[in-house]
């Protein structure tokens, strides 16, 4: 099983990822992940019938909501 770790950065920008990946990737559940994307937070396509994530967006995100996240418990 490939392990997916982008945490030091993304060797392959243009990777796709599954909801699944992404998720285990972001540490949410799959379904958070769709209820993201129909918020339209995160952007994704379609491969067939499988929803696929760019894998260098799906890092920014998390970056992005880490360091929300970051500042929210510093402003409290």
């Given at each position: 099983?490939?392990?997916?770790?982008?945490?030091a950065?993304?060797?392959?920008?243009?990777?796709?990822?599954?909801?699944?990946?992404?998720?285990?990737?972001?540490?949410?559940?799959?379904?958070?992940v769709?209820?993201?994307?129909?918020?339209?937070?995160?952007?994704?396509?379609?491969?067939?019938?499988?929803?696929?994530?760019?894998?260098?967006?799906?890092?920014?995100?998390?970056?992005?909501?880490?360091?929300?996240?970051?500042?929210?418990?510093?402003?409290?």
């Amino acid at each position: 099983m490939n392990e997916i770790t982008l945490e030091a950065g993304v060797s392959s920008p243009d990777h796709d990822l599954t909801a699944l990946e992404a998720a285990r990737l972001l540490g949410v559940s799959k379904l958070h992940v769709i209820d993201l994307l129909e918020a339209g937070e995160i952007d994704y396509h379609m491969v067939g019938a499988d929803l696929m994530f760019n894998a260098a967006e799906i890092a920014s995100y998390k970056s992005d909501r880490e360091h929300r996240d970051s500042e929210s418990l510093v402003s409290a």
